[in-house]
C-alpha cells in the first residue's frame, strides 16, 4: 500500500499500478496476447456464473481480451485517481471499476446510449461525431432530441424526465467556450434524468466534473488521455456510489457485447501517455490562455502587430474570455480555461488559407497532442461556419507559438493586399 489519502494525482499517475505490477519491469511491459491459460488444477476451474458481470471486475483473473486485458486493467487503475482527485487509496482499487474504457470516444458515447436508452436526450452543438451516434439511435429506437440550453418548458414538451439523459460537452468543442456543470446537474437531476458530461477539452488536471454532480463523465482518450497523436481511445467514468458502481458492471458487460474494447497496443500507449498528463495538459492550457489573451489585445487594441491581426482576426472565443462568468469558472477549472480556442476570421478565404502560412502548426483535424493542430473547421464538420479556425496547442514555448501565427498574419495581410492592387 501507498502512504494513501495524501497522495495527489500527478504522484499517482506515475504510482497507481504500483500494486498490480508483478514483473519487476519498472516501464510496464507490452502483452498482446487475446487469451489467458485457465488454471492447470481442475479444483481451481471457476466457470463464469449466468446472469453476472462479476468475471469483468478488474480483480479477476484475464480470460478474454474482448472482456479485458492487462493492459486495459492498468490504464483504468492509473486513470481511476485522475478521475476521482482526492479519494483515499483503499477506495481506489474498488473505484478502478469505475473507469470503462473503449475502442474509441464515439463507441464510448455509443455504449453510453446502449446501456441509458434514453427517450430523450438533451443537447447542443458540440462534437458533430456525437450527434451521429444520436443519428444511430433514433434509427433503431427513435430517440428525440431537445436543445440543451433549452428552458424547462421546451424540456417538458419533449418529455424529458426519468431515465432521460441531458449531456453537455464542457469545453465545447470547437470554441473552447465553458458552461457550468453544476447549472446543468441541477436541471438534469431535478426531473430525474441523468447529466453526462463530454469532458474531452477539459481534462484531469483541469477540471473534475463529478464534483459539480455529473453522473458519467465521458472523454474521447484519442485527444488528451493519448495526448501524442498515436492512439484512439474512449472512456466512461460513472459517479461514486451504488448507482454508480452498478452503472459502470454494466456498462462492462455490454461492452463485452458491443466489442468495442481498446486495443492492447493503444491500452500500453495510454498508460505511457498518463504519466505525464497533468504536466501535458497544465502547460498546453497555459499556452492557449497565454495566447488567446494576446490574441484578444489585438483584437481590441491598436499597436502595429494589433492592426495586421485584425485585418484577418474578427473575434476569439475560449473560456479564459468568458469575464462574467468568472466566479463558477474558476472553482470549475481551478488549474487551466483548456488548451483548445477558436478563431473568426473575417471572410472564408481568410480561414481555408492562414493555416498554410503556418510553421510550428500543423494543418490538422483533432487535438491533444503535444504538437499543436490548427484546423479549417469546414474541412471535418459542416455545421461549423466556414470562417472558424479550431487551435489546439501544443506543448511548445508560447513565444515561438505567438512569433509563428504573427508571421502567418504578416503573410495574409501581404497576400490580401496584393491581390486587391
Ligand atoms: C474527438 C472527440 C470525440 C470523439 O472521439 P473519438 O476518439 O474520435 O471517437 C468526442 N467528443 C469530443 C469533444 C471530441 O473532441
Known sequence: MLPSESLSPATLAVHADDRVNILTDVAPAIHTSTTFRYPQNPQHLQPVPADSNEHLDLSSPLVYSRATTSNINRLETILCPLLYPGTPEQELVELSNHVVSYSSGLSAFHGLLVNVVPKTIAISEGYHGCHGVIGLHQKMHGVKTVGVHASDEEWDAAGLGKGDLVHIETPLNPSGEAYSIKKYAERAHKRGALLSVDATFGPPGLQDPFKWGADVVMHSGTKYIGGHSDMLCGILATRKGKEGAAMAMTLRGER??????????????????????????????????????????????????????????????????????????????????????????????????????????????????????????????????????????????????????????????HITTTQQQ
Not at 498554410?356 to 459542416?382: N, Q, Y
Request: charged share 20%; net charge negative; hydrophobic share 40%.
Open 256 to 413: 463485452m457485447f458491443l466489442g468495442s474494447v481498446l486495443g492492447s497496443l493503444e491500452s500500453w500507449l495510454g498508460v505511457r501517455s498518463l504519466r505525464t498528463l497533468e504536466l501535458r495538459v497544465q502547460r498546453q492550457s497555459q499556452n492557449a490562455t497565454e495566447l488567446v489573451q494576446w490574441l484578444h489585445g489585438c483584437v481590441t487594441g491598436d499597436s502595429e502587430d494589433a492592426n495586421m491581426v485584425k485585418k484577418v482576426v474578427k473575434k476569439v472565443t475560449h473560456a479564459s474570455l468568458q469575464t462574467s462568468d468568472m466566479d463558477w469558472l474558476n472553482e470549475q477549472m481551478p488549474n487551466g480555461y483548456g488548451p483548445v480556442f477558436a478563431i473568426e476570421t473575417h471572410t472564408p478565404q481568410q480561414a481555408r488559407s492562414f493555416p498554410s502560412h503556418l510553421k510550428l502548426f500543423h494543418h490538422a483535424t483533432s487535438l491533444g497532442g503535444v504538437e499543436s493542430l490548427i484546423e479549417w473547421r469546414r474541412m471535418s464538420d459542416s455545421s461549423v461556419d466556414e470562417r472558424v479556425l479550431r487551435v489546439s496547442v501544443g506543448v511548445e514555448n508560447a513565444q515561438d507559438l505567438q512569433a509563428d501565427l504573427l508571421q502567418a498574419f504578416k503573410t495574409s495581410c
